[in-house]
């Protein structure tokens, strides 16, 4: 098998790639894709070689990461946008052979000095006349793609993603009743290729079916809609702060009457978006989990009835468990950190055995240090992450449950909480929040809607809450 | 050696036991309760007087099921073993005194359990429950299992979180007899509403109204709360009506169990755990 060969069998006519005003069929990616190859072994790049891909939401992107698999070598894409120290930072332990670069980070190629590796420019891509080297054949476990994380660990770590597991996921996504991806659908891919999401579930799924990707460089909400409408978009897949700026967009009303699935992912989607999503344009965004690290997914709604906070069920021929501290499944019904097994649960993290060792199981059981439950039909619900939880008195306070009732006070514009040493306690519940709101109101509203060891004992008032792009709360940088 | 609380008979002809038979087992009972053994009870305005409610007990001793039933000023009814009612001793009095017999064996026990415990509170009964599933033996609260909230979201019943003292000196485990002439508390707590700690459809209510209840308890009976469930894992939902609610026989998909808790519905998986450096039961990431 090899994850290059996902484009070989579509029509040679269809559209499989949409970037700004340019388009590209099936035939002419494949062209550049073998052009692609050919290059890459003109630089000396062999099977199981990193070459990082400085790429964004852009055709270029698609054309390295299929050529690099095409060589049997290792695709790690990391975001563009990134300062340069950063990026050389994420790039420098993935050991890369070679550095592509694309449009959007064309920047690097005048600062050789400051990336100190090799690069490689794609606008000069052309083809040289040459027979490109056949696409290497590869195992199911070996590596495909080497992705940033800090999911799991809270630690930035490098997750190696094989053709196997991408393979999986994207298949599973072909089998999900009357929402599975097939030919027809067009995919908005507006989150970060760089992200598995993105990479995954926008691009590599929807390309193996044959469907068209439309990509957009860099999320603007009137932009989007713009294509979502012009292209008839049919596959949405965002994270919540992108919902809740199409929920606030004053387009029309039908501005997305093309759209047959809605996902949100990377956060928790708040009530109030899911509502406004439904009454403004008439979509029901249903919630999906998973991990970097489970190649995606985990669980779905696609093709299951709207189950709000619920993030649906897991892809068949997963094993998915909820177990207590002591590694002992729950009672049905009852919260325990989730547990998973499956095709779709990557191979470790690069070059950090403990690491992998830390979540990861000989038997492949990941622990993902996300707590769950299951309701009685199978439909599961994130709590929280093991790591947030604040332990007073011996109970559990889940932050995510009272920075969501915080929340529900109307002056209250967000709301971060956090665990703190305490004396009698053990721990003590903190609340960071933002928005004009009065302390002694707040206290009294959280008396009235929480379990007295929930509630917040302080309080702090700030003008912006650490938050990341994704809508999850950093709650560590507010750890004291 | 106490007062007895008022009490007033409220006949159930749809529940198992002889109305006529438990009037006068239940005099005689509560008033030798009170003859031998001085019964403090505190927050008895907090048990409704009608209507259906969850009584929800700490479980230090054999004899709680005795003396808290006491202290309340209606009939109560709980889930007992079935094989009760296979000894003459005890077929017609256990009933009498509010025990429903349920078969525990079997696939659906846990449902049987759960639903007879519903027809109680939808006839606007009380029924009472261990949240801890079993006794304690190290005299901590423990983890509540989830089902007496369940229960209450599913019967729309409040829960009265009861914390007492002294049983444990009455009857310590272990022991048949219970010694007279000493002092027990029994305090009841002001009742939770599911609908007062979230959205009744959210299945994350179960845990959330768990917590709150046990929280209570551990205030009223000056209890340590321990995060764990009472018990040897083995010996868990040995307790009359506090097994887990099973899943539906057509759940698509499902937590596995291990073999210890299935009901003989699913087979068993447990997960190993990874490896750890530190320590060989919990994972590095989690010791942070």
Redo the contacts between chains.
Sequence with gaps: MNLARIIDQHPADDLALVDGAEEVTYGQLRERVDAMRTLLANRSVKPGDHVVLACGNEIHFVVAMLGVFGVGAVAAPLNPYSPIKELVRKAEPMEPTLVVVGDVASWMLERPDDVGMPMLDMSQIVDAGEAPPAVVSCEPSDPAVLLSTSG???VPKIAVLSHGNLAWVQEALTNCGDQSLQRDDVSLATLPVAHVLGLNVAVLATLRVGGKVVLQRRFDVDESLRLISEHQVTMLTGAPPMWQRWAESDAPADSMASVRFARSGAAALQGPVFEAMRERFGVEVREGYGLTETSSVVSTGRGLEVRQ?SVG??LPGL?????D????????????EI?V?GPGVFQGYLNDP?GT???????G?L?T?DVG???????L?L?DR??DVI?V????VYPA?VETALMAHPDVRGAVVVGTAHGKTGETVVAHISGAVDETELRQFAEEHL???KCPTEYHFVDELPVAPTGKPVRRELRS | MSKRPDFAFEPAPNLPGSDRLSKYALAGINATVHRLWDVQVTGLENVPLSGPALICPNHLSFCDSVFVPAALPRRVWAIGKGEYMDDWKTKHLFPAMGMIPVDRTGGKAAMEALDTAARVLDGGHLFMIYPEGTRSRDQNLHKGRTGAARLAIRCNAPLIPVGHQGTVDIQPPGKFTMKPFQTCKINFGAPLRPADFGEIDDPRLGRRLTDALMFEIAKLSGQTYVDTYAGEKKKAFEEPGTRPMAPSQDAPTRPTRPASRSNGTSAPTKPTKPSRPTTPTRPTAKTS
Aim: net charge negative.
């Design positions: 799991v660990s809270g906070t069920k897991p094993e998915v468990v909820l177990v501290d002591d590694g002992e499944p729950v009672d049905f019904g009852d919260v325990g547990v097994r403990d060792a830390s979540i990861l199981t000989e038997d059981w622990w240090g439950l299951f309701d009685d039909d199978g439909f619900y709590v093991v790591k332990i008195s011996g109970f559990n449950e379990s007295r060891y």
